[in-house]
Protein backbone atom coordinates (compact mmCIF):
# COMPACT_ATOMS: atom_id res chain seq x y z
CA UNK A 1 0.00 0.00 0.00
CA UNK A 2 1.42 3.61 -0.44
CA UNK A 3 2.13 5.57 2.46
CA UNK A 4 1.58 9.71 2.20
CA UNK A 5 4.62 10.40 -0.47
CA UNK A 6 4.15 7.49 -2.43
CA UNK A 7 0.13 8.80 -3.12
CA UNK A 8 1.31 12.26 -3.57
CA UNK A 9 3.80 11.38 -6.12
CA UNK A 10 1.26 9.09 -7.56
CA UNK A 11 -1.15 11.62 -8.22
CA UNK A 12 1.87 13.61 -9.82
CA UNK A 13 2.65 10.90 -12.18
CA UNK A 14 -0.83 9.93 -13.20
CA UNK A 15 -2.90 13.66 -13.69
CA UNK A 16 -4.71 12.36 -16.85
CA UNK A 17 -6.03 9.00 -15.12
CA UNK A 18 -6.86 10.60 -11.90
CA UNK A 19 -8.91 13.26 -13.65
CA UNK A 20 -10.83 10.29 -15.26
CA UNK A 21 -11.60 8.71 -12.51
CA UNK A 22 -12.98 11.58 -10.89
CA UNK A 23 -15.13 12.80 -13.57
CA UNK A 24 -16.14 8.85 -13.56
CA UNK A 25 -17.24 9.21 -9.83
CA UNK A 26 -18.90 12.50 -10.58
CA UNK A 27 -21.27 11.16 -12.88
CA UNK A 28 -22.78 9.05 -10.72
CA UNK A 29 -22.91 11.34 -8.06
CA UNK A 30 -20.28 11.07 -6.16
CA UNK A 31 -17.47 13.01 -5.04
CA UNK A 32 -13.83 12.01 -3.58
CA UNK A 33 -10.44 13.66 -3.61
CA UNK A 34 -7.73 13.22 -5.82
CA UNK A 35 -6.34 11.15 -3.17
CA UNK A 36 -9.26 8.69 -2.61
CA UNK A 37 -9.18 7.89 -6.35
CA UNK A 38 -5.63 7.22 -6.06
CA UNK A 39 -5.56 5.11 -3.10
CA UNK A 40 -9.01 3.11 -4.46
CA UNK A 41 -7.09 2.49 -7.79
CA UNK A 42 -3.63 1.47 -6.12
CA UNK A 43 -5.65 -0.82 -3.83
CA UNK A 44 -7.59 -2.28 -6.57
CA UNK A 45 -3.84 -2.80 -8.66
CA UNK A 46 -2.60 -4.59 -5.34
CA UNK A 47 -4.93 -6.69 -5.21
CA UNK A 48 -4.15 -7.85 -8.35
CA UNK A 49 -0.03 -7.35 -7.21
CA UNK A 50 0.23 -4.90 -9.46
CA UNK A 51 1.83 -1.56 -8.78
CA UNK A 52 -0.46 0.58 -11.24
CA UNK A 53 -2.99 -1.04 -13.26
CA UNK A 54 -4.29 0.69 -16.31
CA UNK A 55 -7.11 2.43 -16.56
CA UNK A 56 -9.99 0.18 -18.49
CA UNK A 57 -11.27 1.97 -21.55
CA UNK A 58 -14.77 1.74 -20.06
CA UNK A 59 -15.55 4.69 -17.68
CA UNK A 60 -18.87 2.38 -16.20
CA UNK A 61 -16.45 -0.47 -15.53
CA UNK A 62 -14.11 1.89 -13.92
CA UNK A 63 -16.45 3.49 -12.11
CA UNK A 64 -17.74 0.30 -10.09
CA UNK A 65 -14.12 -0.67 -9.30
CA UNK A 66 -13.59 2.38 -8.23
CA UNK A 67 -16.98 2.43 -5.92
CA UNK A 68 -15.62 -1.32 -4.56
CA UNK A 69 -12.30 -0.16 -3.67
CA UNK A 70 -13.09 3.38 -2.21
CA UNK A 71 -11.80 4.25 1.43
CA UNK A 72 -14.00 3.61 3.52
CA UNK A 73 -16.10 6.39 5.74
CA UNK A 74 -17.91 8.37 2.92
CA UNK A 75 -17.53 10.44 -0.21
CA UNK A 76 -14.56 12.04 0.98
CA UNK A 77 -11.31 9.68 1.19
CA UNK A 78 -8.85 9.40 3.72
CA UNK A 79 -6.28 12.14 5.13
CA UNK A 80 -8.61 15.13 6.77
CA UNK A 81 -7.15 18.12 9.21
CA UNK A 82 -8.87 20.81 10.92
CA UNK A 83 -7.43 24.60 10.14
CA UNK A 84 -8.66 27.71 11.38
CA UNK A 85 -8.66 30.97 8.54
CA UNK A 86 -7.07 33.71 10.18
CA UNK A 87 -7.77 37.25 9.77
CA UNK A 88 -5.82 39.50 7.67
CA UNK A 89 -6.78 42.09 10.47
CA UNK A 90 -6.92 45.21 7.34
CA UNK A 91 -10.20 45.93 7.81
CA UNK A 92 -11.81 43.78 4.79
CA UNK A 93 -13.06 40.88 6.10
CA UNK A 94 -10.60 39.16 4.22
CA UNK A 95 -8.44 36.01 6.02
CA UNK A 96 -6.16 33.58 5.07
CA UNK A 97 -5.43 29.74 5.88
CA UNK A 98 -2.02 28.88 6.68
CA UNK A 99 -1.19 24.88 5.58
CA UNK A 100 1.56 24.17 7.79
CA UNK A 101 4.86 22.20 6.04
CA UNK A 102 3.82 18.94 8.13
CA UNK A 103 0.53 19.07 6.44
CA UNK A 104 1.61 20.24 3.18
CA UNK A 105 4.27 17.04 3.16
CA UNK A 106 1.55 14.65 4.03
CA UNK A 107 -0.79 15.24 1.35
CA UNK A 108 2.02 15.47 -1.00
CA UNK A 109 1.75 19.52 -1.93
CA UNK A 110 3.83 22.07 -3.06
CA UNK A 111 4.18 25.87 -4.28
CA UNK A 112 3.19 26.21 -7.87
CA UNK A 113 0.28 23.21 -7.36
CA UNK A 114 -3.35 24.36 -7.61
CA UNK A 115 -5.53 24.22 -4.80
CA UNK A 116 -9.72 24.13 -5.49
CA UNK A 117 -12.25 24.87 -3.05
CA UNK A 118 -15.71 24.20 -2.37
CA UNK A 119 -18.42 24.28 0.75
CA UNK A 120 -18.97 20.97 2.66
CA UNK A 121 -22.13 19.10 3.54
CA UNK A 122 -21.75 20.49 7.20
CA UNK A 123 -20.72 24.25 6.09
CA UNK A 124 -16.88 23.29 6.52
CA UNK A 125 -14.37 24.26 3.42
CA UNK A 126 -12.73 21.72 1.30
CA UNK A 127 -9.47 22.02 -0.52
CA UNK A 128 -8.64 19.95 -3.62
CA UNK A 129 -5.47 19.33 -5.41
CA UNK A 130 -6.38 20.00 -8.95
CA UNK A 131 -4.20 17.46 -10.89
Known sequence: M????????????????????????SRLGRTCTDRGVALAWASYSD??????????????????????YLPSGGNEAMLRYQMTLVSCDDGTGDAFLEIPSRILRDLGWGV???????????????LHHVP
Open 112 to 126: GDSLQIHAGDDGTLV
Open 47 to 68: SLCAAWLMLPEDDDMLAQTLLE
Open 2 to 25: LDALELGETIKEYPDQIARMMACL
